[in-house]
């Protein structure tokens, strides 16, 4: 299985490609960045592609992060996946970051709860909760910190992600403290290409997962009437 995985929907620009049959993950880059992923992406890509010697006609699929995460980042990723996949004739892979982000804890030990939480802002965080054997217990959602805390508890759990630190500093007092795992801004790109070796075909080309509408909302008041 060859992938080629594309992560640009938080703070990174990032491309790995895995190749099982050369024994996992061959060639990757991240470039840590909150703005400019557009022009930053295709570059990167092709580095990574001519560091791994492969063509786009021999991946097996594409693998790209759909979000949560910033509304233009993830529509870059997700529009240059789509296109190489339509280029290449191969399928292309939609995989939440939150996944992500949980799934090197959910490799090492996959007995332990595993929260996932990205920032949101505002006092809020986008989490999901994994359980044992890696099965979602808490779909993707957004939810305040205190909400997101009081779903959190449920004995042991680690906690992983750009707002993992809120999470702890939130956390109910006389609760089990949860283990801050990872604060990193963005998933390690080469889980999100091993997810995508992993996941089942067939849900349609990959499509933004928003989980809130955007900050910036039209100013209809300023807006000219129509003749």
């Known amino acids: 299985m060859r992938v080629l995985a594309i992560d640009t929907a938080l703070d990174a620009c990032a491309a790995a490609v895995l190749d099982t049959s050369r024994g996992g993950i061959i060639a990757h880059e991240t470039l840590a960045m ?40 993830l529509r870059v990723g997700i529009s240059a996946c789509r296109a190489i996949a339509l280029a290449s004739g191969k399928p292309a892979i939609g995989l939440s970051t939150l996944a992500g982000f949980a799934a090197p ?23 999901q909760i994994f359980g044992t054997g890696g099965r979602t217990l808490v779909a993707p959602r957004i939810a305040s910190l205190r909400d997101a805390t009081r779903a959190a508890i449920a004995g042991p759990t680690r906690i992983v992600g750009s707002a993992a630190n809120l999470l702890a500093e939130a956390w109910p007092k006389g609760a089990d403290p949860p283990l801050l795992a990872d604060m990193r801004g963005a998933p390690d790109v080469g889980w999100v290409a091993r997810l995508g070796a992993a996941a089942s075909e067939g849900f349609g080309p990959p499509k933004p997962l928003y989980l809130r509408a955007p900050d910036a909302q039209p100013q209809d008041a300023a807006r000219l009437p129509r003749r």
């Open 105 to 127: 804890l959910i490799a090492e030990d996959d007995t332990t709860h595993v929260v996932a939480a990205i920032d949101a802002r505002h006092d809020h965080v986008y989490f």
């Open 34 to 73: 909150t703005r400019g992923h557009a022009e930053a992406l295709m570059p990167l890509v092709a580095r990574v592609m001519d560091a791994a010697a492969i063509a786009f006609a021999d991946l097996d699929r594409i693998a790209v992060t759909t979000g949560p995460g910033s509304f233009t980042g």
